[in-house]
């Protein structure tokens, strides 16, 4: 795993991400009740559930792009509703779940929308945002698609394309909805390996959704896993994500099998679990 290059480092330290007593709702249904963690510098979070669970939902909150229905998330002991959109650019970036292209646009255009918190004056990019823009797009293995127009582009290609944005806004928080989502086997890896490096380097913290509980176990340092009853288990990864605990919040009996070397989580075939 190579070092990290100079463009991925922030400007700015990465801010401690702090969620009190957080309450969702969806309609009636109490999505989460009084969550309570801490995300800091170094830290690769991993959320995992089954759908519907309210996910995206926290996600969206954790962006300041949502408030709450009970609680607190403060970022550097600032509530987020405090924070001016602009400053918070700055310090967090957010990839949505669903990537929608509403124009037709060059490949580096599309990336070099991620500079935008960082312009000033009439809003043009210099040298140093050509710069880390290319090196955005390089590092998802997005050379040769420069020119390219992004609504030619495979979905897979697009969300490569929307990720290579999110990196180049050099904001220390990373909250990724589903970033691997629709990606194949060695671009899920690339993608993830390549975090992993940024939150080692100690200046980025990123919390992540995904649906693999092999690739959750074997990247994150933490994780949340999110259940339909409203519980929600965070901690270590590897204290989370047991058989046990992914069986009773995934309602999908969960079992680990070993080589000897590596062990992985599978769907246990023998018997199904309807409670």
């Known amino acids: 795993m190579t070092a990290v290059s100079d463009w991925m480092l922030p400007r700015a330290a990465c801010p401690r991400l702090v969620l009190h007593d957080i309450r969702l709702r969806a309609g009636e249904r109490v999505l989460v009740d009084g969550l ?30 949502r408030a709450p229905e009970g609680g607190e998330v403060r970022l550097d002991d600032v509530p987020l509703a405090r924070i001016a959109p602009p ?25 070099r929308v991620g ?6 004056g ?18 998802l293995d997005l050379d040769g ?21 999110t990196l180049a806004q050099q904001a220390p928080l990373l909250l990724l909805d ?14 993830l390996d390549l ?13 992540v959704i995904v ?14 896993l999110m259940a339909e009853d409203g519980h929600a288990l965070h901690g270590p990864a590897g204290d989370v994500l047991t058989p046990e605990r992914c069986s009773r919040a995934l309602r999908t009996p969960i079992i680990s099998v070993s080589d000897g070397t590596h062990w992985a989580l599978i769907p246990d075939g023998t018997r199904h679990d309807d409670n």
């Open 36 to 65: 309570g963690l801490a995300i800091g510098a170094g830290e690769l979070w991993v959320v995992v559930g089954p759908n519907g669970v309210g996910k995206s939902t926290l996600m969206g909150v954790l962006a300041g792009l």
């Open 87 to 111: 400053a918070l650019a700055l310090r967090r970036a957010y990839l949505p779940q669903a990537i929608h292209d509403t124009f037709s646009m060059s490949v580096t255009d599309a990336v």
């Open 115 to 120: 500079r935008h918190p960082h312009l000033a």
């Open 122 to 139: 009439w809003g043009w990019s210099g040298r140093e945002d050509d710069t880390i823009v290319a090196d955005a797009m390089a590092a």
């Open 145 to 165: 698609f420069a020119r390219r127009d992004v609504m030619t582009l495979s979905g897979g290609e697009r969300q490569r394309v929307a990720l290579a944005a």
């Open 178 to 191: 589903e970033p691997v989502a629709h990606l194949d086997l060695r671009h899920q890896i690339l993608v």
């Open 195 to 207: 975090l992993t490096r940024l939150v080692r380097a100690g200046r980025h913290a990123a919390v």
């Open 211 to 224: 649906h693999d509980l092999n690739l959750a176990r074997r990247y994150a340092t933490h994780a949340l």
